[in-house]
């Protein structure tokens, strides 16, 4: 039987591999910890006011009929806005109290998209109510209804 020697220069050899590997392997577990600290920014986009607008309706009598409203929103530069419903209320004016109308609000629940132009929304309704007490100082007036929206 033939004895398997090595050569010494494959002793040598074997001999740096292994302090290169017990090198490296204490290399590799020696390390820092350190907690770390920072902030960043972001910068959210914004959007214009929705303008709302309606149509004038005619012919308001105390406890008369209801008068349909087309309603058209306007919104420009940015991003799409949520709105759940538009709220109409009628302004007062000199005697004529803007409580004696009302306006129903207009369910929307939907996401108005920007445009550069005036968009139909939808239609509501006002009638002016009957309070019991005399509503002459409302006569042929022009009231303005204002408009409001929110999600």
Do not use: K
Not at 22 to 42: I, M
Not at 87 to 111: A, E, I, K, R
Not at 122 to 151: E, F, K
Request: glycine share 14%; charged share 10%; aromatic share 10%.
């Amino acid at each position: 039987m033939r004895r398997f020697r090595l050569r010494p220069r494959t002793w040598i050899a074997l001999g740096v591999v292994g302090v290169v590997a017990a090198a490296l392997s204490v290399a590799g577990y020696a390390y820092f910890t350190s907690a770390g600290v920072g902030s960043s920014q972001a910068v959210v986009g914004s959007v214009a006011n929705v303008q709302l607008a309606g149509t004038v309706p005619t012919g308001l009598w105390p406890d008369g009929s209801e008068h349909a409203i087309d309603v058209y929103y306007q919104l420009g530069s940015g991003g799409q806005q949520y709105v759940d419903a538009i709220h109409g209320t009628v302004q007062s004016q000199g005697n004529c109290d803007g409580s004696w109308f009302t306006v129903d609000d207009l369910p929307v629940y939907n996401y108005l998209q920007p445009a550069g132009s005036w968009t139909y929304v939808g239609t509501t309704h006002v009638r002016m109510n009957d309070n019991g007490q005399n509503q002459n100082d409302c006569q042929g007036l022009t009231l303005n209804i204002n408009w409001t929206s929110g999600p």
